[in-house]
């Protein structure tokens, strides 16, 4: 009997002693019941009320590695789009004639506005232009001399009124002159002159590319065309200084007295070394003449200049072209016969080549809409017809180099 009766002190002290310990538990951690049993409603008195309707928390998920959110897609072409809508400036430039480079063509004076002279522009000397007024610009030299010229006597560079084009002057980077594959001994791979400075109206390095004003209103027009369809040009060649063209010319007859290859593929199909490089003056001199291909457009984007907005194409592929430019044989030809150069009619009317491709024969349709006529030679190189017939005032011959670029951001008036 009396060992039953410790027995049951002892049992009782037992019990006590645990809910002391349980409860000496909850107060030093009262989130504890939770993470036992997953969910309590409260506490009372050290007793764990659980609510049968409570719902268990839900099982743990693993935690994903964060990961940068992809860009947003952006159609290469979407720039193209906007291009639709920017503003045209004078005579349908991409950028107002402010701010551009301009060059003399012969010397020029610069007057005030009382027609005194105040400096004289060399040939080929660069100007800035602030202000065109009917056939006269309002210019600053180099020096910061200001004061008007005669626009007639002059080229406006044409990277400042069409970004939009590509531009590569391959006699500057590196000439390209060959003739049957056979490299120009002295010329191929050259620089022949410098035409390459930094452009502050584009904010980057850019060719300087001259031509007469009325030629880059005509060139603009084309390149709005090609951008309508997705194309752009590509402008390997405008102004050549009349001494670069002389040299190309005595290395090609040298090379031609040497190889009797080079002299069959001038004659192939009737031409001479004459069709290939002029042996005088050209229409390349006189700010009439262009080098250039097409391109397939795969990218685009919008900048700005000071006020202005305007496309540039900064992706793009070359269409195959007959044979590459300044292949100087037969096998650069555009028609089944030679035909007179300047002859539109012609032009219009003869058979072209089955060597003519889809780009060659796209471009040639894009300058020939607009009035320019093919040489039959030479599947990059076009004229202006109506501004060779229209414009009656011509300076100089082209016997000098460019000084530098000037251009600025444009001014636009209100």
């Not at 008195?45 to 860009?71: E, F, Y």
């Not at 060959?178 to 791979?189: D, F, N, Q, V």
Request: proline share 7%; net charge negative; glycine share 8%.
């Amino acid at each position: 009997m009396k060992h039953n009766k410790k027995l049951w002190i002892v049992l009782f002290l037992a019990t006590d002693l645990l809910l002391l310990s349980v409860s000496g538990a909850l107060l030093l951690f009262p989130d504890l019941p939770g993470a036992l049993l997953g969910s309590t409603d409260t506490i009372e008195d050290g007793v764990i009320i659980i609510s049968d309707d409570t719902p268990l928390p839900p099982s743990p998920k693993p935690t994903a590695t964060a990961q940068p959110s992809p860009p947003p897609t952006v159609s290469p072409f979407a720039a193209l789009d906007e291009y639709v809508t920017l503003p045209r400036y004078t005579d349908g430039f991409e950028l107002p004639v402010s701010g551009a480079t301009g060059y003399a063509t012969a010397a020029l004076s610069i007057r005030n506005n009382s027609g005194g002279t105040t400096a004289t522009l060399r040939p080929g000397e660069a100007f800035r232009i602030l202000l065109m007024d009917g056939e006269r610009y309002f210019v600053e030299n180099s020096l910061g001399v200001q004061g008007w010229i005669n626009r007639s006597g002059t080229f406006i560079n044409l990277p400042d009124v069409v970004p939009s084009a590509i531009y590569d002057d391959c006699c500057s980077s590196g000439a390209l002159f060959r003739s049957s594959g056979h490299e120009l001994p002295g010329i191929t791979g050259q620089s022949l002159y410098e035409t390459h400075w930094y452009n502050a109206r584009l904010s980057e390095a850019e060719y300087a590319m001259p031509v007469l004003y009325e030629v880059a209103v005509d060139v603009a027009r084309i390149q709005r065309h090609c951008l309508e369809n997705g194309d752009c040009l590509m402008v390997y060649q405008t102004f050549r200084p009349f001494q670069t063209q002389m040299n190309v010319a005595a290395a090609l007859r040298s090379l031609a007295n040497a190889s009797a290859e080079v002299r069959a593929g001038f004659q192939a199909k009737g031409y001479n070394q004459n069709w290939f490089i002029s042996q005088g003056l050209s229409n390349h001199q006189l700010g009439l003449a262009l080098d250039v291909s097409l391109c397939r457009i795969t990218e685009t984007q919008l900048r700005n200049s000071g006020p202005c907005t305007y496309l540039h194409v900064n992706g793009y592929e070359e269409y195959e072209m007959p044979c590459p430019m300044h292949e100087l044989s037969s096998a650069a030809g555009v028609f089944v016969k030679a035909i007179p150069q300047m002859n539109y009619q012609l032009a219009a009317s003869t058979e072209l080549l089955d060597t003519m491709t889809e780009g060659a024969i796209k471009l040639q349709k894009y300058f020939m809409d607009e009035g320019f006529t093919p040489l039959a030679s030479e599947w990059w190189h076009f004229d202006d017809l109506p501004v060779y017939q229209n414009v009656r005032m011509r300076y100089g011959n082209g016997d000098f180099y460019l000084s530098g670029c000037l251009s600025t951001a444009p001014i636009v008036m209100d």
